[in-house]
């Protein structure tokens, strides 16, 4: 949110991560919230088929997640492409219009946190999703699509330059699998004025294509456009060495948003186990160098008014 209206307007996010200000509380699993709210995203667009059906819904996920103390909404563009629009029947023209929607509805949440008494900064993070999840197959959990650098660079710069022209506070460049989509994607926000965070989908110490995540967050050290590195949809058990090598190759804050801890059985398609996300590890990560922590797949408002608490949110912008 950039307009003077928005709640995070004097206070960019940026400059908070710069200022070293306080952590920052992002959301959790926009696709879980909707699910509890009854709706059916067995659907190849994912979350993304309610911007065409319900976009309202997704207004109200995104305030619960501001209600439960979250600073961040990530936008519901994570499956929102354009191929993956087309393959629906919908033009270049309207799913250009349906990804500006999701950071207007973002925005429109914020908007109301705020009618709702909500007095700190609240930002929009538009969320890229990797290749593979236009494909809708699995593959953003393995990277190695068979595509070069600069393929990747055509494919993800118009969505991503789209995005930017909504003016979010930041691009989420998430759940990338591997070093090479990373190069395309920094390439393709070069340029746009908009900051980013890179935010890689691991296992143990790699990436999910087995890159060494010292290798991983080095490609982004230099990059003027990315404002934080971290992880996201991956084991709570994952983050701290995540963390510590973050810190340690790129000097950058750390962005951090794992999932529950369940596994998915994509046979059976549903969750498998018990969450293992617990408070004491959010403190954990914050100590190590975490300045943005939320939660991903199956991480709801309750999680994430924990999280809030455990880093003593609610933030306060600086005096």
Not at 29 to 41: I, T
Not at 145 to 168: I, K, M, N, Q, T
Not at 289 to 310: F, K, Q
């Amino acid at each position: 949110m950039t307009s003077d209206s928005s709640p995070g307007a004097a206070h960019p996010l940026a400059q908070v991560l710069a200022t070293g200000a306080g952590t920052v509380v992002l959301d959790g699993g926009l696709s879980n919230q909707l699910r509890s709210a009854g709706h059916d995203l067995s659907d190849e667009l994912w979350s993304a088929r309610l911007l065409v059906e319900r976009p309202e819904a997704i207004t109200e996920a995104h305030l619960a997640y501001f209600e439960a103390g979250a600073n961040v909404a990530i936008t519901s563009s994570y499956q929102a492409t354009f191929e993956g629009f087309a393959r629906r029947g919908i033009s270049g023209e309207r799913a250009a219009d349906f990804l500006g929607l999701s950071v207007e509805l973002a925005r429109e949440a914020a908007r109301q946190a705020g009618v709702k008494g909500a007095r700190r900064p609240l930002w929009v993070a538009a969320s890229v999703g990797p290749y593979g999840a236009m494909l809708a197959d699995g593959s953003e959990y393995r990277g190695r699509y068979g595509l070069s650098v600069a393929e990747l660079e055509r494919f993800h710069r118009p969505r991503v330059e789209v995005l930017a022209d909504a003016r979010p506070d930041v691009l989420a460049l998430e759940t990338v699998p591997d070093v090479d989509e990373a190069r395309a994607l920094l390439r393709a926000v070069r340029g746009l004025g908009v900051p980013a965070w890179l935010s890689y989908s691991v296992a143990g110490e790699r990436t999910r294509a087995g890159q060494p995540l010292e290798e991983a967050f080095a490609v982004a050290a230099d990059a003027d456009e990315v404002i934080a590195v971290g992880v996201n949809c991956c084991a709570p058990e994952d983050v701290d060495t995540a963390v510590a090598t973050a810190v340690r190759v790129t000097g950058k804050p750390v962005v951090v948003y794992p999932n529950s801890g369940e596994t998915w059985d994509a046979g059976a398609r549903t969750w498998r186990g018990h969450s293992t996300f617990a408070p004491e590890q959010v403190v954990r990560w914050e100590r190590a160098g975490a300045r943005l922590i939320g939660g991903c797949c199956r991480v709801g408002p309750e999680a994430v008014s924990r999280i809030a608490a455990a880093v003593g949110a609610v933030w306060a912008p600086p005096r």
